[in-house]
C-alpha cells in the first residue's frame, strides 16, 4: 500500500500539475473571498448599563450587552456588594416579524419601566415603577413588521429582588423576550429569515473551507483507487455513508431557525431541553439575610417530618429555617446551597440535608423537577458536567459537542411536543381538544380513580446503585464540600430511615450496607456531620403515614425525637 500511496502522489504532483493547481487556487481563492465578503454575524441582545446606586446616577460602573434581563443575569454582571441598591439599563433594537398588537409583561421588585419607540408623546408601554414587592405589570402596543427601538430600566432600592420580561406577539403564547430578536443598533436589527441566511451562507463557506482541508488527500486517495479498481466501490459506499451520517443531520440546524421559541438555552443541556424558565428566586436569599438562622434544614418531603416552631423551642430561639421541596433531588439541593445559602452571607451552625439511600449521588434523580427553574443561574456548567459524565460516560464532552453541532436537543423541544399531541389531533378537531383533555384528566386521570400509593413513595435501590467509589466523582457531595469549606459553613447529612416492613427496619442489602458505610466515612472524613436513622427502635411503624412520611400527629414527637438523637448538631 505504501508502494501505491507514493506512486499516487508522484502522479498527482507530476501526471497533471497544471490541472492540480489551477483547481487548487481556484478553491483557494473563493474560499477568501468569500470570507472577506460575507459580514460576520450580526451581534444578539441590547446593551446594559449598570450603576452602583438605584437613580441612573452618574457614569455605570459597568457596560456589557445581555441576552437575559433576569436577577441571575445581574449577579453574574455586578460584583456582589453592589446587588443591594442599584439600577441597570438596556437598550438597542428588537425586530418584529408581523405586524399587529404585542403585549409585554415585567415582573419586578422594584421598579421597572419598558419603552417601545421611545419619543416625547410615547411614554412606558409598561410603567411597574415604585418601591414595591414582586408584581407584575403590563401593556399592549401596535408595532408595523420591522427593528423598533427599545429600552428597558430596572431598580432595586434593597431587599428582595425579581425581574423577568416577556411578550405576547399577536396570536401566540406568553414568552421571554426572544435573543435572537434582539440588536444592540439598528445595522444588525434584522429578521429572523435575513439571520438564518446569513447562517447558511457561514456553514457554506465552512464547508468551501473543510473542502479546501480535504482536497488534496481526496486527490491522493482518488488517484490510488484508480490504480485499485476492486477497492473503488467498496470506498465509494464508505464514503458516501459518512457524508450522509454527518452532514444529512446538520439540516436540522436549518429547520430549527424557523421554529420559534427553541432558541432558548438551557442551564442543563445534558438533561433539561431548551424551554421558557421560570424566574429565579431571590426572595428566598433575602429571607435567609433577614430571618439569619441558626440551622438551615434543606431536602424533599423527608423534611416534613420536623416540626418547626418545636425545634426552635428546642434549640432556645436559634432559629431554624427549612428549604423544603416535595419531590426534589440532591441537584436542587445542591442549587440551592450554592445559590440561596452561600449568597446571603448568613453563618448558621450547620446546614442540615435529608436524605434517603442513594439520593446524593445520584444527581439525575428528579433532574426534572420544575423548580430547579428557582435555584438555578443562566448556566450551570459544573452540574451539568457533572450530570452529563453520569448520564453519558467518559465521552460526555463528545457527546456535549454533537448536541452543540446538530442541535437535536432543540429539535427535540419543538417536536416532542407535537408527537405527544398527535392522537388528541387525530381524534378531535381544533374546538374539540382541550375538551377532550379535560374529560380525560377528569375521569380516567383522576385521583379517586387511580391506585393508592403503595408502602413507599420513592422504590428501593437496585444493588448496582450502590457503588459510593464508583459514583462519588458524578454526585453533588464534592462541590458541596468546596463551597462549605470556602465558605465556612459546617454541613450535616441525615439519612431517614424508610418506612418499616412489619413493625421492624427495612431490610438492607449487604451492598446498601456497604454503600451507607462507605458514605458515612466519606462524609466525616470531609468533617461533616452524619447520623443515620435507620434501626431506631423508636421510630415504629405507628408513626410513619403515606409512604417514607411520618404521621402528621407525630411532627412533634419526630422532632424531639431528632432533637435527642443528635445532641453533638445541637450543642
Known amino acids: 500500500m505504501g508502494t501505491s500511496v507514493r506512486n499516487a502522489v508522484g502522479k498527482l504532483l507530476s501526471g497533471r500539475p497544471r490541472f492540480e493547481i489551477r483547481s487548487l487556487l481556484a478553491v483557494l481563492v473563493i474560499a477568501v473571498v468569500a470570507s472577506v465578503a460575507l459580514p460576520a454575524p450580526p451581534p444578539r441582545g441590547l446593551v446594559g448599563r449598570y450603576w452602583d446606586n438605584p437613580e441612573w446616577r452618574g457614569n455605570p460602573i459597568r457596560v456589557a450587552t445581555a441576552t437575559a434581563f433576569t436577577v441571575p443575569a445581574i449577579r453574574a454582571v455586578l460584583p456582589g456588594s453592589a446587588v443591594q441598591a442599584f439600577s441597570a439599563e438596556w437598550t438597542g433594537f428588537i425586530f418584529v416579524d408581523r405586524p399587529g398588537r404585542y403585549t409585554f409583561h415585567v415582573e419586578s421588585d422594584d421598579g421597572s419601566f ?3 419607540d421611545e419619543s416625547p408623546t410615547q411614554g412606558p408601554v409598561v410603567n411597574n415603577g415604585g418601591i414595591h414587592g414582586r408584581q407584575v405589570a403590563t401593556g399592549s402596543i401596535e408595532l408595523s413588521r420591522g427593528a423598533h427601538r427599545i429600552r428597558l430600566r ?9 425581574l423577568f420580561a416577556t411578550w405576547t406577539p399577536p396570536g401566540d403564547k406568553q414568552t421571554p423576550l426572544p435573543a435572537n430578536l434582539l440588536s444592540p443598533d439598528a445595522a444588525s436589527a434584522i429578521s429572523p429569515t435575513n439571520l438564518g441566511l446569513r447562517i447558511i451562507t457561514a456553514s457554506a463557506l465552512t464547508g468551501a473551507w473543510v473542502g479546501l482541508l480535504l482536497y488534496v488527500p481526496a486527490q491522493i486517495l482518488g488517484a490510488w483507487l484508480r490504480r485499485n479498481p476492486r477497492l473503488r466501490a467498496e470506498w465509494l459506499a464508505l464514503a458516501i455513508l459518512v457524508v450522509v451520517t454527518l452532514v444529512l443531520p446538520l439540516g436540522l440546524r436549518l429547520v ?9 438555552p438551557s442551564y442543563l443541556p445534558s438533561v ?16 435567609l439575610r433577614k430571618a439569619a438562622p441558626g440551622y438551615v434544614i434543606i431536602g424533599d418531603s423527608m423534611t416534613s417530618r420536623i416540626d418547626l416552631r418545636r425545634l426552635d423551642e428546642l434549640v432556645q430561639g436559634r432559629g431554624v429555617k427549612q428549604i423544603l421541596y416535595p ?8 442549587l440551592v446551597f450554592k445559590n440561596w445559602v452561600i449568597p446571603s452571607g448568613i453563618k448558621p451552625r450547620a446546614v442540615i440535608f435529608f436524605f434517603r439511600d442513594e439520593n446524593l449521588t445520584e444527581p439525575l434523580w428528579r433532574a426534572d423537577f420544575g423548580g430547579l427553574d428557582r435555584a438555578a443561574l443562566e448556566r450551570e456548567p459544573v452540574l451539568n458536567d457533572l450530570m452529563a459524565a453520569r448520564s453519558n460516560g467518559t465521552w460526555f464532552r463528545v457527546h456535549a459537542w454533537l448536541t452543540e453541532t446538530y442541535q437535536f436537543d432543540r429539535t427535540r423541544a419543538w417536536l416532542e411536543p407535537k408527537i405527544a399531541m398527535a392522537p388528541v389531533t387525530l381524534a378531535a378537531d381544533r374546538r374539540s381538544r382541550q375538551r377532550l383533555l379535560d374529560r380525560m384528566n377528569d375521569e380516567i386521570f383522576t385521583l379517586a380513580a387511580l391506585r393508592r400509593m403503595a408502602a413507599a413513595d420513592m422504590a428501593a435501590g437496585l444493588d448496582s446503585a450502590f457503588n459510593f467509589p464508583k459514583y462519588l466523582p458524578t454526585s453533588v457531595l464534592p ?3 468546596r463551597l462549605a469549606k470556602a ?46 436513622d435507620w434501626g431506631d427502635p423508636a421510630q415504629p411503624l405507628s408513626i410513619y403515614g403515606d409512604g417514607d412520611h411520618i404521621g402528621n400527629d407525630f411532627g412533634r414527637y419526630s422532632t424531639e425525637l431528632f432533637f435527642r438523637n443528635n445532641p453533638e448538631l445541637f450543642r
Open 114 to 116: 419598558l419603552y417601545i
Open 154 to 162: 430596572y431598580f432595586q432600592a434593597g431587599g428582595d429582588l425579581a
Open 256 to 264: 430549527n431557525l424557523a421554529i420559534p421559541g427553541v432558541a432558548t
Open 272 to 287: 433539561l431541553l431548551p424551554r421558557p424558565r421560570l424566574p429565579f428566586e431571590t426572595k428566598a436569599i433575602d429571607d
Open 327 to 334: 419531590a426534589s433531588g440532591s441537584a436542587f439541593w445542591y
Open 479 to 481: 462541590e458541596i464540600f
Open 487 to 532: 465558605s465556612g459553613v459546617r454541613v450535616a447529612f441525615i439519612r431517614v430511615q424508610r418506612r418499616p416492613v412489619n413493625n421492624k427496619p427495612p431490610v438492607q442489602s449487604p451492598a446498601l450496607q456497604r454503600y451507607v458505610r462507605e458514605l458515612g466515612q466519606y462524609l466525616v472524613a470531609n468533617g461533616a456531620y452524619f447520623h443515620d
